[in-house]
């Protein structure tokens, strides 16, 4: 199995950026779609965007389109999200995860492996 670490969150004003990494250990990444997901408080996670295997392919949640920006080093075993232009709703615990399957999912249930997370919060 693979384990995920995220880091990179903190917090920033709105406007701001921050880019997010996600490291992988025990397997290599370029098995597995990967994807974003993030969690606010109160409310359910959700879909934010995600990658095929070999990154030729990416789709994105329609709040974050244009702003965001998923991308893959399959060498250094890591994920990315930039985040660009970010707004106070953008605020929560963000998980990178994998996806063993072979058709790329929105749906958290497919993917197979989570990380921790890491604390996003923008400030308005």
């Known amino acids: 199995q693979v384990q995920l670490v995220e880091s990179g969150g903190g917090l920033v004003q709105t406007g701001g950026s921050l880019k997010l990494s996600c490291a992988a250990s025990g397997r290599t990444l370029s098995r597995y779609n990967m994807g974003w997901f993030r969690q606010a408080p109160g409310k359910e996670r959700e879909f934010v965007a995600t990658?095929?295997?070999?990154?030729?392919?990416?789709y994105y949640a329609d709040s974050v389109k244009g702003r965001f920006a998923i991308s893959r080093d399959n060498a250094k075993n890591t994920v990315y999200l930039q985040m660009n232009s970010l707004k106070p709703e953008d605020t929560a615990v963000y998980y990178c995860?994998?996806?063993?399957?072979?058709?790329?999912?929105?749906?958290?249930?497919?993917?197979?492996?989570w990380g921790q997370g890491t604390q996003v919060t923008v400030s308005s």
């Open positions: 990658i095929t295997r070999t990154g030729g392919s990416t």
């Open positions: 995860a994998a996806d063993q399957t072979i058709s790329i999912s929105k749906l958290g249930n497919r993917y197979d492996y």
